[in-house]
C-alpha cells in the first residue's frame, strides 16, 4: 500500500511506514496521509480531498504519446494523428 507524505511530497510505501514509524497505517499527524487511489504510475502531484485523502495526478504526456502513435499505425499520418489529440 502506498501514502502521500506531504512534509516530503511523495508516496511512501507500507515497508517504509513499518521500518520508520512501526504502522501500516497513515498518521496524519506526521503528514502521512491514505491515497484516494493506489497509482500504478509515477504521480506528478497530489490533490487534497475533502475525505482528508490525496488523489495521485498522473501525467498523461506518456498517454498521449501512445495513442498518437496508435493513430500513425492505424494510418494517420503523424500531423493528422496529433491534430485528433489536440
Known amino acids: 500500500m502506498k ?23 497513515a498518521i496524519p499527524q506526521l ?3 491514505d491515497l484516494s487511489i493506489q497509482p500504478d504510475y509515477i504521480p506528478i502531484g497530489f490533490n487534497r ?6 488523489y495521485p495526478v498522473q501525467s498523461y504526456l506518456l498517454v498521449k504519446y ?5 493513430l500513425v499505425a492505424a494510418g494517420y499520418s503523424e500531423t493528422e494523428a496529433t491534430n485528433l489529440l489536440n
Open 3 to 25: 501514502f502521500y507524505s506531504i512534509k516530503r511530497d511523495r508516496l511512501v510505501d507500507t515497508e517504509e511506514m513499518i521500518a520508520k514509524y512501526g504502522t501500516d497505517k
Open 66 to 70: 501512445r495513442a498518437e502513435q496508435a
Open 31 to 33: 503528514g502521512i496521509f
Open 49 to 54: 480531498l475533502v475525505n482528508n485523502t490525496y
